[in-house]
């Protein structure tokens, strides 16, 4: 309980408070006071009484104001309020659209990442098909290259073609890897398509090569008509072809070029043309040959490079038969000509060089060809000419012999003989020197001497026998001196010996009779073999003075020994001869001296003193005649 | 000179004689060239053949003088007989007159041969029998009186041919075995290896003296 002090107290507490309160000091109280002093301009008692109203109504004209003022402040509060309204609305609205946008997107993130992966897949399908199509397929250009332009009709070949083939062959090879992969159906189609290419291709290439294999000799061209070749190979029938055409070709340029040869000569006339001596057969057959020696390797060398790629068997065959069949065509117009020369009369002599010719050159061309037209012709040829020139010598060995002379009176060859054995020389001696001389020169040999001694004999069997005898050997002899030069000559040479061997027989016994004769010893002979009547010296024409005369006639036969030879002996042209049939006939009559010898010296035929009736022994009277 | 041809050990002579026209050249050419002849022109004076052939294991070589059976040419032909060791002496079985004149054939062969010539008498063309002129009796029967070989032949066909050289030197080869044959001799028609030119005709030979003494 506030006791009355305490009332007291609070009083005085607050009337201390108001005393206590230093009015200066309160700032709040200033200004009240200040703000007062603005109004309270008099003091009075209305004033006084007035003041509370006054303060009043100041009182509300201050919240007068502050409403107004406030009033203000609320529209702008309204005005910022609307607008954060619309802002508001805004954003939410916009916060829909996000939201919604958001949906949208999610959905097209899905689609887009099942499209990456799409992408991808496809991305990886591309390589894969890439890769296949690389390893498997043709690029375009080589397409272009295997299948040439279709537009043009002639499209250089390049070196890219058989790369491609090589690709196509590849790609054929690598389905194989394909098939044992399991990928039956996609090899099989690969297979066939690259088989179509490669077929395809193969035609073009064949085309190409058939068109342009003349040209193999062309640097530029040279290179791919033999690889289109190796590639062709493995199509025997295009090969075939290619080669077949080749070959007509070459065989028209051949004799094209043979023709030009013949009738136009070189570039401006040099060398002159062939035919420009077809007046010396010997320089014209040689041209032609020559010409032709000379083409045929050229051919085979050509032939040789466009399959120098190539190796299969039965190649080498084919060859020789492409070969053979270029040079067929100028087989004609060689044998045209030749046979003309072989038809013109000719000497021998230029006829067998014309054979030599023929000879040799066909032996050369047969080192280079193989069978063929070309060989065939050059043989025909061989043996015509063979044929015309032993012909023609003889013609030639005829017309010297058509008339049969009577031999000269020395009894040496007659001059047509002597003319004959003058050209069998000279045939001897050219064909000692060419290709198989034995052949010939035996051959010539026969044509000339068969007809001779003929001749010859028909010649002699108009002579005596003596005359006979000297006269064949003497043509004998001629023949055999001029045989025994050559070599191959020994069936003749041993015939003539022969033939000379019986006539030196002939002449031996002829001058032997005739020896005989005239030493008398006819008779002395014929009573030395009869040995039945009695000692010799008894019997008529054995008497010591006949023998003894006998004996004187043998001692001057001995010093003049050609006195009593036969005269034609000294006719004999061969000193053997002369010496043989001398030398035996007085063998002859050594014989019979002997034997006379040996009869007067054995006591039985009584002869007295023989040494003085034979006064040489026969071995001396053998030295005086030897 | 031992190989090739040369290889032989003796050289045989032999002349085919007979009259024109028998076909002794077609018989030669048979026998060398084993081959007929048909056409075959008339000799003139000799012709001549060789060929290898082989007796009792020798080599021998027959040098054949094939001589014209022209008159004419007797002269000629007669200088080939003296050195034969084989005289084939031929006559046409269809033409009488060449048998006829077998005799005087054979005279001049024994006149101027050696004795040791052996000769072979020939009845040529039997394979024309139906033309024969000659039997074979009577041919085989002369052949016997003269000591003549004998055997009938054709040229034409080769029958007989190649033995009838060869009977005629097997003979020829066994008169040298038998030693009747002096090879020394150059008209035995003989000769021992081949011939050497010239050395032959050096050789004496009285059994040709007395022949030509004799006539």
């Known amino acids: 309980m506030v006791s009355e002090p305490e009332k007291e107290h609070v009083l005085s507490k607050r009337l201390n408070k108001i005393l206590e309160s230093q009015i200066e000091n309160d700032d709040e109280t200033i200004e009240a006071l200040r703000e007062l002093s603005t109004f309270y301009t008099e003091n009075s008692l209305q004033a006084r009484r007035n003041l509370r109203s006054q303060i009043e109504k100041r009182s509300l004209d201050i919240n007068q104001s502050f409403l107004s003022a406030f009033k203000e402040v609320k529209d702008s509060f309204d005005f910022v309020y609307n607008d954060i309204a619309e802002m508001n609305k805004c954003i939410q609205d916009m916060t829909h659209r996000l939201h919604n946008a958001k949906s949208q997107t999610k959905q097209l993130l899905q689609k887009t990442s099942a499209l990456q992966k799409e992408k991808e897949q496809n991305l990886m399908k591309q390589k894969v098909s890439s890769a296949i199509i690389k390893t498997f397929q043709l690029s375009r250009e080589e397409i272009i290259a295997l299948h040439a332009d279709k537009n043009k009709s002639e499209t250089p070949l390049t070196f890219d073609t058989f790369k491609a083939l090589e690709h196509v062959q590849e790609i054929h090879n690598n389905c194989k890897i394909l098939m044992q992969a399991g990928l039956q159906t996609l090899a099989l189609d690969i297979m066939e398509q690259m088989t179509l290419h490669q077929e395809g291709a193969l035609e073009v290439l064949y085309k190409w090569t058939q068109s342009h294999c003349r040209n193999v000799d062309n640097p530029e061209l040279s290179d791919l008509i033999v690889h289109a070749m190796a590639k062709l190979q493995e199509r025997p029938v295009f090969f075939k072809y290619v080669i077949d055409e080749y070959c007509i070709c070459r065989r028209s340029f051949l004799v094209g070029e043979f023709i030009n040869a013949l009738t136009r000569g070189g570039p401006s006339g040099n060398p002159a043309p062939i035919e420009m001596k077809a007046h010396d057969a010997q320089i014209y057959v040689t041209d032609m040959l020559v010409w032709i020696n000379k083409a045929v390797p050229i051919e085979k060398q050509n032939l040789h490079v466009l399959v120098k790629l190539c190796s299969f068997e039965g190649l080498d065959d084919m060859l020789n038969k492409a070969l053979a069949n270029i040079c067929e065509d100028i087989c004609q117009p060689l044998k045209i000509r030749i046979d003309k020369i072989l038809n013109v009369p000719n000497s021998p002599s230029v006829l067998y060089a014309v054979l030599n010719m023929l000879r040799y050159y066909k032996k050369c061309i047969l080192k280079v060809i193989t069978g063929g037209q070309l060989a065939e012709t050059l043989k025909e040829l061989e043996e015509k000419s063979e044929l015309k020139f032993l012909n023609s010598l003889t013609d030639q060995v005829n017309s010297l012999l058509v008339r049969v002379e009577a031999p000269p009176r020395d009894l040496s060859p007659t001059s047509s003989i002597s003319n004959l054995l003058s050209i069998l020389r000279d045939m001897l001696s050219t064909a000692s020197m060419s290709e198989g001389r034995e052949v010939d020169m035996v051959k010539i040999a026969n044509t000339v001497l068969e007809p001779l001694l003929r001749a010859v004999n028909e010649q002699a069997s108009r002579l005596p026998p003596t005359d006979m005898a000297v006269y064949l050997l003497n043509c004998m002899y001629s023949m055999y001196t001029c045989l025994t030069m050559y070599e191959f000559m020994e069936g003749r040479l041993e015939r003539l010996q022969a033939q000379s061997d019986a006539q030196i027989d002939t002449l031996t016994s002829e001058q032997a009779s005739s020896l005989v004769a005239n030493l008398n010893l006819g008779p002395i002979y014929t009573i030395l073999q009869d040995h039945s009547q009695g000692p010799l010296s008894g019997i008529p024409g054995m008497e010591p003075s006949n023998l003894k005369s006998f004996l004187s006639k043998l001692d001057h036969l001995s010093t003049h020994p050609d006195s009593i030879l036969l005269p034609q002996i000294n006719l004999l042209l061969s000193s053997k001869h002369k010496k043989s049939v001398q030398k035996r006939s007085f063998d002859v009559l050594l014989a019979i001296y002997k034997q006379l010898y040996e009869a007067v010296h054995n006591p039985v035929n009584q002869y007295e003193a023989p040494d003085s009736i034979l006064s040489k022994t026969p071995e001396e009277l053998n030295a005086m005649f030897s | ?215």
């Open chain 2, 1 to 215: 000179m031992s190989t090739g041809p040369y290889n032989y050990s003796y050289i045989f002579k032999y002349i085919i004689i007979g009259d024109m026209g028998v076909g002794k050249s077609c018989l030669l050419h048979q026998f060398t060239e084993k081959k007929f002849m048909a056409d075959c022109p008339h000799t003139i004076g000799v012709e001549f053949g060789t060929r290898i052939i082989e007796v009792s294991g020798q080599k021998i070589k027959l040098q054949i003088w094939d001589t014209a059976g022209q008159e004419r040419f007797r002269a000629v032909t007669r200088s080939y007989y003296r050195g034969a060791a084989g005289a084939l002496m031929v006559y046409d079985i269809t033409r009488r007159s060449t048998y006829n004149h077998l005799s005087s054939w054979l005279t001049d062969t024994r006149n101027l041969t050696n004795p040791s010539t052996v000769i072979f008498l020939i009845g040529n063309k039997c394979d024309l029998e139906g033309q024969r002129d000659v039997t074979y009796e009577e041919a085989s029967k002369f052949a016997e009186e003269n000591g003549l070989l004998f055997v009938e032949a054709s040229a034409k066909t080769g029958d007989n041919v190649e033995e009838a050289f060869l009977e005629t030197a097997k003979k020829i080869y066994q008169s040298i075995q038998d030693g009747r044959l002096d090879l020394n001799a150059a008209e035995s028609g003989v000769q021992h290896k081949p011939s050497q030119p010239g050395r032959n005709n050096l050789s004496n030979d009285q059994q040709a003296n007395k022949d030509n003494c004799a006539c």
